[in-house]
């Protein structure tokens, strides 16, 4: 029972590289969420989507970019990094029992 | 949104049991209140959801005053292992709901 599977893990980026980060559900929710954690901080919400083929901004969703393409899957694009968007990034689903998270990417941008 | 204020950090000792409140004063007539918490490297986990009066499950128990402007969340003889930070959320509890996670309160459980 994978739940929500983020990859990849860990990533270091130079400033200007671009990225993608997935994220794979399979628990057939149709909320999905991107969120980032700063040390210390609680978690800001980046994009969300409702359903397959939608996508909403949050509350940081400068410099990001997302897709919804299929209902498991969730993508966080960074199109040109830059060092303050190191942070632990964590994708979400939420059904009856709440918000399920996955484990994070920490991403670091030097 | 309801906005959450919860204490920062708290300290604790084995076996004793750990009371945080979370003030919700303008918590809406359909928002309900959810605890999570999150383990460092790991993403947040649901504790237990509620509207008024109590709840109790295997894990906690979340007590709602009448009027609904605090909550508070109580762990039962505490171990090591619940050192983490935890999470007070208001929202109106249907899927898809945006929930705004605040700063928690970092709890410290020592031996």
């Known amino acids: 029972n994978a739940g929500v599977t983020q990859t990849p893990k860990f990533r270091v980026l130079k400033t200007g590289q671009s990225m993608t980060l997935l994220c794979a559900q399979d628990m057939n929710h149709e909320y999905m969420y991107w969120y980032r954690q700063d040390p210390g901080m609680g978690l800001r919400l980046i994009h969300y989507s409702v359903g397959e083929g939608t996508t909403a901004k949050g509350e940081v969703p400068d410099g990001y970019n997302v897709s919804r393409l299929k209902k498991q899957n969730f993508l966080l694009g960074l199109e040109s990094a830059a060092p303050s968007q190191t942070s632990v990034y964590f994708c979400a689903t939420t059904g009856v029992a709440g918000y399920t998270f996955g484990s994070g990417t920490r991403l670091t941008v030097v | 949104l309801a906005k959450t204020t919860q204490p920062i950090s708290m300290d604790s000792y084995e076996g004793q049991e750990v009371n945080i409140t979370c003030s919700h004063n303008n918590i809406a007539t359909n928002d309900y209140i959810t605890w999570y918490q999150q383990f460092p490297s790991q993403g947040p986990r649901f504790i237990i959801q509620g509207y008024k009066t109590k709840v109790t499950n295997e894990v906690a128990s979340l007590f709602i005053p009448a009027d609904r402007k605090s909550s508070t969340l109580s762990l039962p003889r505490v171990s090591l292992s619940d050192t983490a930070v935890y999470y007070c959320?208001?929202?109106?509890?249907?899927?898809?709901?945006?929930?705004?996670f605040g700063g928690g309160t970092r709890v410290l459980v020592k031996p």
């Open positions: 959320l208001v929202g109106d509890g249907a899927a898809g709901n945006k929930l705004t």
